[in-house]
């Protein structure tokens, strides 16, 4: 994803953001942009769903004084604004039909024209629109022009969330977790060992932004200067199964059950294969959907072996450097 993504950073191609709420689609507009050729000119926002229909058009493209009841002055729009630069229209799913024609229109002519105006106005900008919403789903159902789709997803990059990318949440939480110490004065506090299987075996429904949000209770809230699993939600503290006891069944002679067993070579593979669970089924003989269902099993996780316990220097961009030819 990241390498798509900064692939196409450097050009003026129309991209469309795909993933759950959370995981991160604004982040990735914003390093796009700031990739970009563009990055020195204004990077603008505009939430499509969370400002109401009969003002969004306003919004964008700006409106002429006397316009409509309330227009006492001249206003520029959004797009008017990002000009030289990008705008990044969030929840594109959500923009009414009769926009979506003159979004259009600006993607084809790159035109806009103030509401209550009598010509138009050339805009150089960048288009990046994201959705948590499938879009094909919404143009069988009507609900979006199918026109429209096809001219955003030139570039179509999907987000994955949190779920599938479990190497991220150790450095996420340590992430959170320094930042939120850091403002609002708990330098001291740390995270008890035993709360770090907890957030690894979570789901995050949330993503991201659950994350994050946990994050900050949880220094808000610690009354000591340890979090332990205490401190935790009852959703979290439910991630990790409890241990199944040891019985006769369960035990060779040697004290050396066949769940351990099986759960050492799972764990062997895995890191010979460098925790690639494709190449590790395939060594393992078994298909990747059973793997995935013993790793949740014994609880087999890269993250509980590797969680950074010291503070370490975030790498300065989010892509590697871009290389150009010719």
């Known amino acids: 994803m990241l390498d798509s993504a900064s692939r196409v950073a450097h050009t003026d191609a129309t991209v469309l953001i795909l993933g759950e709420t959370g995981t991160g689609k604004e982040l990735i507009a914003k390093a796009i942009h700031l990739n970009s050729l563009r990055r020195n000119r204004p990077f603008v926002i505009i939430n499509c769903g969370a ?42 799913g959500e923009m009414p039909l009769d926009l979506q024609v003159r979004l259009l229109r600006l993607l084809q002519e790159r035109e806009i024209e103030k509401v209550g105006a009598t010509s138009r106005i050339h805009v150089d900008v960048r288009i990046v629109a994201a959705t948590h919403r499938n879009l094909e789903n919404l143009v069988a159902e009507g609900k979006f022009r199918e026109d429209l789709y096809y001219r955003l997803a030139v570039i179509p990059i999907t987000v994955p969330p949190l779920r599938d990318r479990q190497g991220d949440v150790a450095e996420l939480v340590h992430h959170f977790f320094e930042h939120s110490k850091m403002k609002y004065g708990r330098p001291e506090l740390q995270l008890a060992p035993s709360v770090k299987p907890c957030f690894l075996n979570y ?50 002679a040697g004290g050396t059950g066949l769940k351990t067993v099986e759960r050492d070579l799972i764990l062997q593979v895995m890191r010979q294969c460098n925790w690639n669970k494709s190449q590790a089924a395939r060594q393992l003989d078994i298909s990747r959907k059973t793997l995935l269902y013993r790793l949740r099993k014994y609880g087999i996780l890269r993250g509980v072996v590797e969680f950074p316990e010291q503070p370490h220097t975030p790498t300065k961009g989010i892509f590697p450097p871009l290389t150009r030819s010719g």
């Open 51 to 92: 400002i109401p229909a009969e003002l969004l058009e306003s919004e964008l493209f700006g409106h002429v004084k006397g316009s409509f009841t309330g227009a006492v002055n001249h206003k520029k729009g959004k797009v008017e604004m990002a000009d030289g630069g990008t705008i990044f229209l969030d929840e594109i």
């Open 203 to 252: 789901r995050w429904p949330g993503n991201v932004r659950e994350l994050e949000n946990l994050m900050e209770r949880l220094v808000l809230l610690s009354r000591s200067e340890e979090v332990t699993t205490a401190d935790l939600p009852e959703k979290l503290r439910q991630a990790v199964p409890s241990e199944e006891p040891h019985s006769a069944a369960s035990s060779g």
